[in-house]
């Protein structure tokens, strides 16, 4: 009994890993190629909810058929954000950028509460509350195809960036900007395919997480604040350390629901305690070296 | 820097002193209260600025703020302390929060430190909300009202605190302090080289900073008798805490009180026009400043609108 609660909470903390590792890869993408932490991140997941939301709700489009949709709309209105407020501040100071990004983050948040209210929304849909039996442990239909999806959009962004030639670019300019500027890439339209990318997998993990957890204006900023702990935990701007740092939180969460009284509620706070704990003693992250 | 006495410079103040002394005798009850509320942000917005002239952004100061406020409700609780002493222990709980978290975060780059800040106060809700017998919850915890109800009183108090804010700030920026943060807010590697220590400026800037953060925090436990965790550990807090600084002008005395007024009209305006999200604004005002005033409105008056009237 008691080892079929552990693999229970081992796959519940797997699969919601998945998730966290979606809506942490746009931000990772971003702080790599242009080196900014993008505190609205989390602002493009909630939208790319409520659009699966509403075209949910509206005219019946399934939620994983808006993954595309959310990811698409998404990738515009990163653009927009980079050509209008990202793209003059690129030189400025990096305190600059966090106060801009954080300012685009509040004013997404407080729009969406004006828009739709502060009302917690699910989508529910034939198959929301079918589950499958593996031996002794049950999982819902919808976590395991977030997570079978989210592996598949990792694996589609690593696809893009070793063996498209735009991909390429973006990982020659993460790594020395003036260098690749000197071979020939384009800097500037590598900055901006690569925010668009970004807010485009943020979408598309806003769809998602719109099939598992309530969409409420202020979920962007639970996710971004958990994003944040999975790009400490995995040492900032490599891809590798943020799916180790989703598999460490989920983990970790899901293992505290379980075993911690009142561990549900506890949960919640791991993100932030382990943001603290790795600050303080290892600053580097627990995997790799730390981008300067 | 040697400042030279003048009439003046000094009569403007002296006015303005006497017109906050007599204020309570001119305004209605809404007007006191609405003077109570603008001097308790402004408070926050100048402690706020403290920190900043280091170079560092402190996300999280609604945990300060917290820390103070519960500190004072919950030894009233406990021993009925004199609510005044109260936020006199909830600042200094706040000061030693701060020079903890400091010592350990402050000394990496400052991106880290805005991170830890947010996780710190969102840290510390998770906390509240889950040990209700200590700290009443989601519940949260009441008091009675401040000096019985008395608002003039209250107003005199929080003025006070107003006051002593103002000198602090005044005293860094006319002692050797001033070239210290400024130095260290230019370049880090620089002022370490020249004999700044930087973690123990940054670190002195934010306890300063915890303390008059963590007294208002104090006050704001006992004058709206009241307090739950979401609302004095929020993001709220933490965010009108740096866009009135911001929007004001960073680095100055005046700055942070003038963006306090004019955030602070637009904030209520707002309250009145639309049930939710009347912090848009401060993300509109974030974004605006960042992108076209850099110095904020005192930038805009020293650059643009004095040089209109010097020409001619």
Known sequence: MEWADFLQ??????????????????????LGVMGIVNFAHGEMVMLGAYNTFWVFTLLGVDPLLSIALSGLLLFFIGLFIYRFTIRPILNDPPLNQLLLTLGISI?????????????????????????????????????????LIAVGLTLLLLLFLYKARPGKAMRAVSENNTASWLIGINVQKTYLLAFGVACALAGAAGALVSTVMYTFPMVGFKLSLKAFCILVLGGLGNIPGALFGSLILGLTESFVGTYVPEGSGWAEGISFILIMIILIIKPTGLVGTRRE | MKRSFSWKKALPLILLLGFVLAYPRLADAYFLHLAITFFLAMILA????????????????????????????????????????????????????????????????????????????????????MTPSFTGGAMGLS?????????????????????????????????????????????????????????????????????????????????????????????????????????????TITGPILGTVLVK???????????????????????LVVLFMPEGVMGVWRNRILPLFKHS
């Not at chain 2, 009233?76 to 609510?83: G, M, R």
């Not at chain 2, 704001?220 to 009135?244: A, D, K, Q, R």
């Not at chain 2, 009209?265 to 974004?287: C, F, M, P």
């Open chain 2, 143 to 251: 008091t009675p009202p401040l000096f019985g109800g008395d608002r003039e009183l209250a107003y005199y108090l929080i003025l006070a605190l107003l006051i002593m804010t103002v000198a602090a700030v005044w005293l860094i920026q006319s002692t050797r302090l001033n070239y210290a943060f400024t130095a260290i807010r230019e370049n880090e590697e620089v002022a370490n080289v020249m004999g700044i220590d930087p973690t123990r400026y940054k670190v002195l800037a934010f306890m300063v900073s915890a303390f008059f953060t963590g007294f208002a925090g104090g006050f704001y436990s006992h004058y709206n008798t009241y307090i739950i965790p979401y609302e004095v550990f929020g993001l709220g807090i933490s965010i009108s805490c740096l866009v009135m600084p911001i929007f004001g002008g960073l680095y």
């Open chain 2, 265 to 287: 009209v637009i904030e209520e305006y707002l309250r009145v026009t639309v049930s939710y999200g009347h912090q848009i604004a401060y993300g509109l005002i974030l974004v």
């Open chain 2, 46 to 129: 100048s402690s706020w600025d403290i920190l900043a002239r280091t170079g560092q952004v402190s996300v999280g100061q609604a945990g300060l703020f917290g820390i103070g406020a519960y500190t004072a409700a919950i030894l009233f609780k406990w021993t009925h302390l004199s609510p005044v002493l109260g936020m006199a222990a909830g600042a200094l709980t706040a000061v030693i929060a701060a020079a903890l978290l400091g010592y350990l975060t402050l000394r990496l780059r400052g991106i880290y430190f805005s991170i830890t800040t947010i996780a710190f106060a969102e840290a510390l809700a998770v906390i509240w909300l």
């Open chain 1, 107 to 147: 004013f997404l948040q407080n729009l969406a509460m004006i828009l739709w209210k502060t009302d917690s929304r699910s989508v529910l849909t034939a198959y929301s509350g079918m589950s499958l039996s593996l031996g002794e442990i049950n999982v819902g239909l919808t976590r395991l195809l977030t997570f």
């Open chain 1, 9 to 30: 909470s081992f796959a519940n903390g797997l699969l919601i890993a998945g998730l966290y590792a979606a809506v942490t890869l746009g931000l990772t993408l971003v």
